[in-house]
Structures are given as structure tokens and as C-alpha cells.
């Protein structure tokens, strides 16, 4: 019998980022650093689709049609100079729910001290999967206790056409601006993100996401995920995860009756299993349902492991009487 290529010990928490680790959206410090309004530009960001459909375009990615304004903000001057390097300085300003950072590196903590899990080496890890900006996420104060983030991303300074058969000369160093989009995650992509995680893609790059893996060589077994988040754009990982026995738990925003009424809905409809505020102090609802998935998920992990365990070794001869 081959060996497994994973031992299937671990846990994911899944996030989405704005309105779920954050009260707003991440760019906030982005048009405060350029005094942007960004009413406005949401609202020209809305109206982008119509705009291009007035051209003669039909396929709009209206998730991520907001990069390319950035872009356009950047080449026209009013982002002066923006870089990678400035989005993560930038994060840095990002603020945080009440717990966060903290309730990330509690989770951990929580399933490393207790034996049991310890004794099967089951760990949690942290994913951020977020159709905002990868750099920022990587800026803010939550990165160190984060495994992986999945986000949009730019390129600075792409080369011109030729460049391979171009003889190595120094070349005058120009100075780092956005100028493409490199990556672009939207709400049915964010599906892929979970894919990743599910087959250790983002552990083995040799694994490719569309390879076909047996359940049991599967690095993170969608039941051993939980999922949180806040709005529609999360629809589509909330109903893998849903379907396939992981857990789902959405988040509002204190106060706000809009937010709750929406997730209040979600609940309802069956997209997710739970929802409560965002505030992950220690004794708030959310971090109690979130601590509880992970002794359910890490309980289901041991049983299944010592079952297995069992039925390897067998039990000991006995005398007879």
C-alpha cells in the first residue's frame, strides 16, 4: 500500500479580509495618502462597466475592474509614483477588528496546548483570500500570523518586447511604478484559492490545482476548513465549503442593520452555518463558534487517526481460560 502524501492533520481557517477582519475597505489609507475621495472613485468604478459596454464591450470583470482605475490613477499622476513597496507601507495604517491580530495566534495556541492534538501534531493555519490587495494584506499588522494570502497583484516595471534576445547591458534603473495587473482574484476565482489549500498547491508547486488527487492524498480535507466572511462575493466558497462538510460563518458589522439583516438571510437560505459581530475579543460569540468548529474539526481528526491506528495494529493476543 503507498503512503499517503499527506497526514491530513490540519486545519484551515479560511478569511476573507474587507469587512471581515476589517470595519471598511483596504484602500482607505491609499486615497487618505492622495486625497482621493473615494466616493468618487467607487462611484466611477461603478459606472466603469456601463462606460466600456458604450464601446462595444460585453465581458466586463466588474470584481476587478477596479485595478485597471488604479492603474489609470497611477499613469495619470494623481497616484503619483505608487508601488508595491508604497501598498505595503500603506498596509501598515490598515485597521483591525477588536482581537485581530491577536484571536489568530490564539487559535493556534489553543490547539497546540491542548495533548491530544499535540499528540497527532494537528495544527491550524491562517489563509487570507481577498479580491483586495496582496501587498497591503502583506504591509498590515495581521501578515505575521498569516500562512498564506491570495490577492490581486501589480506589476511595477514590465520588460519591453525583445527582451530575451537583448544583450545583457545595464540598463538605466527606472524608477517603480505600477503599470499591469499581475494577478486578479474575483468571486468565483476565490474558489480556486480554496483548491490550493485543499491539495497542498500552495505547499508543493508541483502539485497542479486541476491535477487529479485522491480525497486521501488531499494536503487539507475540505471538512477540516472553516470559512469566514461577509458578503455575496463569498457565495461561491461558502457552497464548496458547505458541500463537501467543512464550516461556514459569516460576520456583521457591530451596529450596522443592513450587514445583519444580510447575513441574518445567509443563514436562512443555508449559505452559511452561523454568523455573529465582527469582534473577536476572547469571549465574543464569534471567536467561541470559531474555537468550538476547531475542537469539533480536531476531535474528528484524533478519532479518525487512533481508528485508523486501531485497525492497523490490531488488538493484543489475550490467554485463554
Known amino acids: 500500500m503507498s503512503q499517503p502524501l499527506f497526514l491530513q492533520n490540519i486545519i484551515a481557517c479560511i478569511w476573507d479580509f474587507d469587512k471581515t477582519l476589517i470595519p471598511g475597505y483596504m484602500q482607505e489609507p491609499l486615497f487618505e495618502k492622495y486625497r482621493v475621495d473615494p466616493k468618487k472613485f467607487w462611484k466611477e468604478v461603478g459606472e466603469l462597466p456601463n462606460?466600456?459596454?458604450?464601446?462595444?464591450?460585453?465581458?466586463i470583470a466588474s470584481d476587478t475592474v477596479y485595478l485597471n482605475h488604479i492603474l489609470t490613477y497611477t499613469r495619470e499622476g494623481i497616484f503619483e509614483g505608487l508601488n508595491n513597496d508604497t501598498l505595503r507601507k500603506l498596509g501598515e495604517k490598515i485597521t483591525f477588528y477588536k482581537g485581530l491580530p491577536k484571536f489568530f495566534n490564539e487559535v493556534k495556541n489553543y490547539v497546540r496546548t491542548n495533548p491530544d492534538y499535540r499528540q497527532h501534531e494537528i495544527?491550524?493555519?491562517?489563509?487570507?483570500v481577498s479580491t483586495g490587495l496582496r501587498q497591503m494584506i502583506l504591509g498590515s499588522k495581521i501578515a505575521p500570523y498569516i500562512d498564506g494570502v491570495w490577492g490581486c497583484e501589480f506589476v511595477e516595471n514590465p520588460p519591453g518586447p525583445g527582451f530575451l534576445e537583448k544583450k545583457s547591458k545595464p540598463e538605466k534603473t527606472k524608477p517603480k511604478i505600477l503599470s499591469q495587473i499581475a494577478y486578479a482574484l474575483d468571486h468565483t476565482t476565490k474558489t480556486r484559492s480554496v483548491f490550493e489549500i485543499n491539495k497542498g498547491t500552495n505547499k508543493l508547486p508541483d502539485i497542479d490545482v486541476n491535477a487529479k488527487i485522491p480525497d486521501e492524498d488531499r494536503r487539507v480535507p475540505f471538512q477540516n476548513m472553516i470559512y469566514v466572511a461577509d458578503g455575496p462575493s463569498d457565495i461561491p466558497v461558502f457552497s464548496i465549503i458547505n458541500q463537501f462538510g467543512g464550516r461556514t460563518f459569516a460576520v456583521y458589522q457591530h451596529g450596522s442593520k443592513e450587514e445583519f439583516s444580510q447575513?441574518?438571510?445567509?443563514q436562512k437560505q443555508g449559505r452559511v452555518q452561523s454568523f455573529g459581530e465582527a469582534n473577536y475579543t476572547e469571549d465574543s460569540q464569534t471567536a467561541m463558534w470559531i474555537k468550538n468548529a476547531i475542537s469539533e474539526i480536531a476531535d474528528l481528526i484524533v478519532k479518525?487517526?487512533?481508528?485508523?491506528?486501531?485497525?492497523?495494529?490490531?488488538?493484543?493476543?489475550k490467554h485463554l481460560d
Not at 304 to 317: S, V, Y
Request: glycine letters at 12%.
Open 51 to 59: 462606460y466600456y459596454k458604450k464601446d462595444g464591450m460585453s465581458l
Open 123 to 128: 495544527q491550524v493555519e491562517h489563509y487570507i
Open 263 to 266: 447575513v441574518n438571510n445567509f
Open 304 to 317: 479518525n487517526r487512533e481508528g485508523a491506528l486501531g485497525d492497523k495494529i490490531g488488538k493484543p493476543p
